[in-house]
């Protein structure tokens, strides 16, 4: 784990509703960065999601994403899922 990574993991968890955050994803194509996005929002809330994002999985295996549910300034709701690529930075 980077540095970097490690720092934007240590915010994720302390994060509470109501924090404003900038994420910062990295889009990963290959063994090279594509291009970035950068949502700003307000928390409303962590949480860890499970889900089946691999093909021809073991039924019974577990696999689980932290996201961020946030409130973009224009009301919009989205939700960012944190992975290695995330930069979290706290506003």
């Not at 784990?1 to 955050?21: F, H, I, K, N």
């Not at 994403?65 to 995330?86: A, C, F, K, M, P």
């Amino acid at each position: 784990m980077t540095p970097e990574e490690r720092q934007s993991r240590t915010l994720y968890d302390q994060l509470a509703p109501g924090d404003r955050v900038e994420v910062i994803h990295g889009v990963q194509i290959g063994s090279s960065a594509a291009w970035s996005t950068t949502t700003v929002g307000k928390v409303l809330r962590r949480e860890r999601r499970r889900h089946g994002l691999h093909f021809r999985r073991n039924p019974d295996d577990k696999v689980f994403s932290d996201v961020l549910i946030l409130s973009r300034d224009d009301g919009e709701l989205t939700t960012v899922t944190i992975d290695e690529y995330t930069k979290l930075r706290k506003l």
